[in-house]
């Protein structure tokens, strides 16, 4: 017996933690995701951020078949080549020095957050044990990264969380100067927040981080598992900053929708781990990492990140027409492809509207419309999104 495919059974057979729309997908198709019924809808969330290169790149298709081919798994008691060049790739990129393949964001941020521990535990001050982060920022759900997550809806319930941990004001910088010092291991930075409601950290924050970091030497860890491999325009969206971070988290985009998380790090942190340390039976999985390599050669061989940059603009711009004709739209933040619009309601009506049109937009931080298309997304397909939000702002009672 098999069973249907609806919300229903999706509530007997599951535990309740996700909110699912009502969509059985079938398959996608550049832009486009595809439902059991043969509706096409225009994705302008791609998986979370997760599918830049939209749906059937042959390209990452061909990468995942040949490897899967000549082996899917055989554990890091071997050198599997795909992760190599992917961390060669990864290294030139960051001009860093190490890195440690896991399977998802949270795992990357575990990571960290473990070598920023052991990194500490060598400075010879034992109470140097401190990790923290800013407020409204999302670094996973794993209990490491769940404490790093400042919100209170994910935390609810869960605690006690891991000691020594914190929040600083997102760009206070007297609060920053207040609680970092000598016992402060790490600090975790989202550039740019996304789950929080895509904010940008301010320069002169990540200035005066930089300044305590050289009195107080704790490391400085860049969170760039949504934000990062060409979202904002860059590959990193640190790198829109005067800053040099000791670790870098990414995760999302990176195995072109297979799971494939890393850590980067900085020759500071390069012999902290020692063999047994840290590890996951899965972490750089060859077929993850073929096809990893191959989302980054197209990010670049496609000029991806100039299409963020120019594309990003030009629905800020329409967006910004919008806000004009419509009094619901409150803000608009806009970093290369990731955009997040304030309006003067709970975000997951739009979510619901926008679907009933066959486009598909995600809601986050209660009152935002967030928007992460695939990197690859054209001016039509944006154009096709902007007159649905029109549509639906017109329409609104
Ligand atoms: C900035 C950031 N860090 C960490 C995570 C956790 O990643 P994952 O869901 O792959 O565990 C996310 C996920 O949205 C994220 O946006």
Not at 53 to 68: F, H, N, T
Not at 222 to 251: K, N, W
Not at 367 to 388: A, F, H, M, Y
Request: net charge negative; hydrophobic share 40%; aromatic share 8%.
């Amino acid at each position: 017996m098999t069973c249907e495919i609806n919300k229903e059974t999706e509530q007997q057979l599951f535990f309740h933690n996700y909110a699912r729309l009502p969509l059985a997908i079938t398959h996608g198709e550049g832009a486009y995701l595809y439902s059991s019924d043969g509706t096409r809808y225009l994705d302008m969330i791609s998986g979370i951020g997760v599918n830049a290169l939209g749906y059937g790149d042959s390209r990452l298709v061909d990468a995942i078949a040949q490897q899967a081919k000549k082996v899917i798994h055989a554990s890091n008691l071997f050198m599997l080549e795909p992760q190599f060049r992917l961390a060669e790739k990864l290294l030139e990129i960051s001009g860093l020095s190490k890195v440690f393949f896991a399977n998802s964001g949270t795992e990357a941020v575990e990571a960290a957050m473990k070598l920023s521990r052991k990194w500490a535990s060598l400075s010879g001050n034992s109470e140097k044990k401190e990790i923290l982060s800013l407020s409204n920022s999302f670094h996973g759900r794993t209990y490491g990264a769940m404490s790093l997550t400042a919100k209170g809806k994910y935390l609810e319930g869960f605690e006690p969380l891991l000691p020594a941990t914190g929040n600083v004001n997102l760009n206070d910088i007297a609060d920053l100067e207040a609680k970092a010092g000598d016992n402060t291991a790490a600090i975790f930075v989202e550039f740019v927040q996304g789950e929080g409601g895509v904010h940008k950290v301010s320069s002169d924050f990540i200035d005066a981080l930089t300044k305590l970091r050289a009195k107080h030497d704790f490391l400085v860890v860049a969170d760039e598992i949504q934000a990062g491999c060409g979202r904002t325009g860059e590959f990193f969206s640190y790198m829109h900053f005067d800053v040099h971070p000791d670790l870098v988290c990414l995760a999302k985009p990176l195995g072109g929708g297979l799971p494939l998380s890393g850590v980067i790090g900085a020759e500071k942190v390069g012999d902290v781990f020692a063999a047994g340390n840290h590890g996951t039976t899965f972490g750089g999985n060859p077929v993850a990492c073929a096809a990893g390599l191959a989302f980054v050669k197209a990010l670049y061989e496609d000029n991806l990140m100039e299409n963020a940059v120019m594309t990003g603009k030009q629905i800020k711009h329409a967006l910004e027409k919008l806000a004009g004709k419509h009094p619901q739209i409150q803000e608009i933040r806009q970093y290369g492809l990731m955009i997040g619009t304030t309006v003067n309601r709970d975000a997951s009506y739009y979510v619901q509207e926008a679907l009933k049109r066959k486009v598909l937009v995600n809601a986050t931080s209660q009152n935002v419309i967030r928007l992460l298309p695939p990197l690859t997304i054209s001016r039509e397909e944006t154009q096709q999104c902007i007159d649905c939000l029109d549509e639906i702002f017109s329409e609104e009672t």
